[in-house]
């Protein structure tokens, strides 16, 4: 099995968000995208992404959540990509963020719906995160 531990969310995904006229896309029943209000933004929950257990990734087959009807975790790892289509990032400088929960993903996703013109949303988005 192939060692997830040091590969960034796009390529295990191996996803591209050069395709913004697709406004929602699915990833392996594991995970998927968004337009939103001129961003985008990944959720995934599936194989080789930070999720649930603490500090570790599942290290299950990348094709695993294709076998299954219903597929889920209680969190899940976050990439956002601005109106420039360069990623957000994160306190830390980290593009992605891990252990995300359900509520957060909805305040993430009202922060991305509301934000004006020509406004950069990465402060409230962290605060939005780190208060998690």
Same mark, same amino acid.
């Given at each position: 099995m *192939?060692?997830? @531990?040091? @590969?960034?969310?796009? *390529?295990?995904?191996?996803?591209?968000?050069?395709? @913004?006229?697709?406004?929602f896309q699915s990833n392996r029943n594991s995970g998927f995208q968004m337009?939103?209000?001129?961003?985008?933004?990944?959720?995934?929950?599936?194989p080789g992404n930070y999720i649930a257990d603490g500090d570790i990734r599942y290290r299950t087959e990348q094709?695993?959540?294709?076998?299954?009807?219903?597929w889920g975790t209680d969190t899940a790892e976050v990439l956002i990509w601005d109106r420039n289509d360069s990623h957000i990032n994160w306190d830390g400088g980290d593009q992605v963020i891990g252990w995300v929960t359900s509520d957060t993903v909805a305040r993430l996703i009202g922060c991305l719906a509301s934000c004006p013109p020509d406004f950069d949303p990465t402060a409230a988005l962290n605060q939005i995160y780190n208060a998690q």
């Open positions: *192939e060692d997830l @531990k040091f @590969k960034t969310a796009g *390529e295990v995904m191996k996803w591209s968000n050069n395709d @913004k006229d697709c406004d337009n939103v209000n001129g961003f985008r933004i990944s959720i995934q929950f599936g094709n695993a959540p294709m076998g299954f009807h219903h």
